[in-house]
């Protein structure tokens, strides 16, 4: 009791008014055990009694509900104030997609199961700067992460892990409905111009993936990344899955 008084969780409009109620109760007893002690030792008549008890339960009601509800209010819009930080430190702010941070966490979440995870980035984004400013170049981030959104956003958490890097973690459905989709993400981009500022640039995005039922979320990202620098290597405006150079090295190999 002392503690949800002093130390509430207020999470909701029903808790709070539970917490008023809690606190008017405990005033309440406090205040009439202190009246009927004094009443009963220093006795008048039981007119005089029952007139002081009414009074005390008056003004203890009175004056502890609004404090109550005061205090309450507080706790009430602290806790929505740390849901919304709580928010917005997993969302990057351009974008609107998941940042690294909630990636990661979703990534690490133990009862996840991977079936695959992507890593895509913006083919040669500085030439994209360098040619149309920076502010153009968010822009362009901008556009990719929507196409990526309604590609991709369905089949698991997407986020913006780096500046011109994307990444997504799928617990389920379909390798190859996966792979499917990447690939056309990235025709997508290639025949989509971005209209900036009057200009219009044209972007095309590289793309690692990574599969396997529980591989540890580090690893499958590690093998992602290496696809994707392979990616880079053969020319960039590709997908390459990580099982493809690890056969293809071992057909070198052979
Ligand atoms: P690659 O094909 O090898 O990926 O070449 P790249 O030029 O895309 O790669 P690099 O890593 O050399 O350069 C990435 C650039 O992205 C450099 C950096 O200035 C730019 N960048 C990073 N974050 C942002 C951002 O939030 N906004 C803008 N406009 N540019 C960014
Ligand atoms: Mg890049
Ligand atoms: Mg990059």
């Given at each position: 009791m002392l503690r949800s008084i002093f130390r509430p969780t207020i999470r909701d409009r029903r808790e709070l008014r539970r917490y008023v109620a809690t606190v008017a109760i405990a005033a309440l007893g406090a205040a009439l055990t202190a009246d009927v002690i004094n009443q009963l030792t220093f006795y008048v008549d039981l007119g005089t009694c029952l007139r002081s008890w009414l009074i005390t339960m008056i003004l203890a009601v009175g004056i502890s509900a609004p404090i109550a509800r005061a205090i309450g209010q507080a706790h009430l819009e602290l806790y929505f104030a740390k849901l919304e930080a709580d928010r917005l430190g997993r969302i990057?702010?351009?974008?609107g997609l998941a940042n690294r941070r909630a990636f990661t966490l979703a990534g690490e979440a133990r009862e996840l199961r991977i079936l695959a995870l992507a890593i895509a980035d913006i083919d040669r984004f500085k030439r994209v700067n360098d040619d149309h400013g920076h502010i153009a170049g968010d822009e362009v981030i901008k556009a990719i992460a929507d196409m990526m959104q309604r590609r991709l956003g369905s089949l698991g958490t997407l986020a913006r892990v780096g500046g011109e890097e994307f990444a997504l973690l799928c617990p389920g459905g379909s390798l190859d409905a996966i792979k499917a989709e990447l690939s056309r993400l990235r025709v997508d981009v290639e025949q989509t111009p971005i209209a900036v500022g009057g200009q219009l640039v044209r972007a095309t995005i590289s793309a690692g993936i990574a599969s396997g039922e529980g591989v540890p979320f580090k690893e499958l990202y590690a093998a992602a990344d290496k696809a994707l620098y392979v990616a880079k290597t053969r020319g960039r405006n590709q997908v390459v899955a990580y099982e493809e150079i690890e056969l293809s090295g071992a057909q070198d190999a052979a």
């Open positions: 990057d702010p351009l974008t």
